[in-house]
């Protein structure tokens, strides 16, 4: 029977524990500590040193399938910041990379989402977000980070000189453009057009 569960073991020389996942085919809480000793190579190390009964271990907790022990394994050891205490040997906190789209069920999704729902995204130090505007200096926002040219610069200015958008024509536009997602086909008539564009102002400009 497959069964996916975390674990944690203690080593009873420090009392520093070890917290894992074991999510592999045909894997059982029976195996820990008989056939599975952790993927850890620092447990693996101690055992050498200190044989098997220098530890403790215990299941914490089974799954019906993997990805939802794998999202767990990550939470909890977020949670215990096992990188900063020293009383776990975790070295990494790499479970929630091997999450991926295939392996997550509809009801992992669905949780997943429900987490996220009215969370607010923590707000931008003084200090980060003078870095940001230095690092965007020059760079306008709807050429998609890619700094203008200065020829670009007096180009735009001689198009936009005067001409000022009534509120109408605003709305109409904001409308219009809600919810469009243009196709590659699209984009490369737009390219395209934006350069014969560009020429024609340069040419008439004299610039």
């Known amino acids: ?4 569960f ?23 809480p029976q195996e820990l500590w008989t056939q599975y000793f952790t993927s850890s190579k620092k ?5 050498l040193e200190h044989g098997v009964d220098a530890f403790t271990f215990e299941i914490r907790r089974t799954f019906s399938n993997k990805a939802d022990a794998i999202a767990w394994e990550h939470r909890v050891l977020k949670r215990l910041k096992v990188l900063t205490n020293p009383l776990w ?3 990494n906190i790499g479970g929630k990379e091997f999450v991926t789209k295939d392996t997550l069920t509809e ?5 997943v989402a429900k987490a996220q729902l009215g969370k607010k995204r923590k707000p931008h130090s003084a200090e980060t977000k003078a870095k940001i505007s230095s690092a965007r200096q ?13 020829e670009q610069r007096k180009l735009m200015s001689i198009v936009r000189k005067g001409y ?6 605003k709305a109409k536009i904001s ?11 699209t984009r490369a008539k737009q390219a395209e057009a934006m350069k014969t564009y560009w020429a024609n102002i340069k040419a008439l400009s004299g610039l």
């Open 89 to 91: 040997l975790n070295e």
């Open 175 to 185: 409308a219009g453009l809600l919810g469009r997602v243009q196709g590659p086909t």
């Open 1 to 4: 029977m497959y069964l996916p």
């Open 6 to 28: 975390t674990y944690c073991i203690t080593f009873k020389p420090t009392g520093q524990r070890y917290y894992g996942v074991r999510t592999k085919q045909n894997c059982h």
């Open 43 to 47: 447990i693996k190390k101690l055992i």
């Open 164 to 169: 000022k958008s009534s509120e109408e024509t």
């Open 107 to 111: 009801e992992h999704k669905r949780n």
């Open 138 to 150: 020059g760079q306008p926002t709807h050429n998609k980070g890619k700094p203008m040219s200065e």
